[in-house]
Structure formats: C-alpha cells, structure tokens
C-alpha cells in the first residue's frame, strides 16, 4: 500500500483526503503498467515510487492547481 509523503502544510494533506478516488484511479493505472519484474529490484522499486508519486501529483494539479507529494514509500507490497 503506498503512502504519500510531504512536508507541505495541512492543505495538501486534505486534498489528498478529497481527491482519493481519482488518485487511486492513478496509482492502479501505474500498478496495471508495471512489469511484475521491475518490482523485484531496489531500482524498480523506486522507480515505481517516482512513477506513482507523478500520477498523484498530476491529479492533484489537474484539481487543485498544485501537486507537492515529494514521494510515495511502500508500506506493504504484495506481487501476485
């Protein structure tokens, strides 16, 4: 389960409570489109973190004028 991370105000934590269903509609998006084989190594790890902490960003853009998640850390990952 990833988590957004930032050091930003209150603000941009409450948009991401508002805008919860589109930036899940993202972060499956980028799930669907990475290869089960770039999950396995420390730089497709990251990777992945960068690529879901743009999709986030972009959603919040295209909502609320600004993005400002400055990373996404795994809490869990499960490949099935």
């Known amino acids: 389960q990833p988590a ?3 050091q930003r105000d ?3 934590r409450h948009w991401v409570q508002n805008r919860q ?3 899940r509609s993202a972060i499956l998006v980028q799930l ?3 290869p089960e084989q770039d999950i396995y190594s420390v730089e497709g790890k990251n990777a ?3 690529r879901l ?12 004028g600004f993005g ?3 990373n996404v850390h795994f809490k869990g ?3 099935q």
Do not use: D
Not at 53 to 64: D, F, K, M, R
């Open 10 to 12: 209150g603000r941009l």
């Open 4 to 6: 957004p991370y930032t």
């Open 77 to 79: 990952l499960l490949v």
């Open 53 to 64: 902490t743009n999709a986030i960003n972009q959603v919040l853009e295209e909502n609320e």
């Open 32 to 34: 669907a489109a990475t």
């Open 48 to 50: 992945h973190a960068k």
């Open 68 to 70: 400002g998640i400055e």
């Open 21 to 23: 269903p589109a930036i």
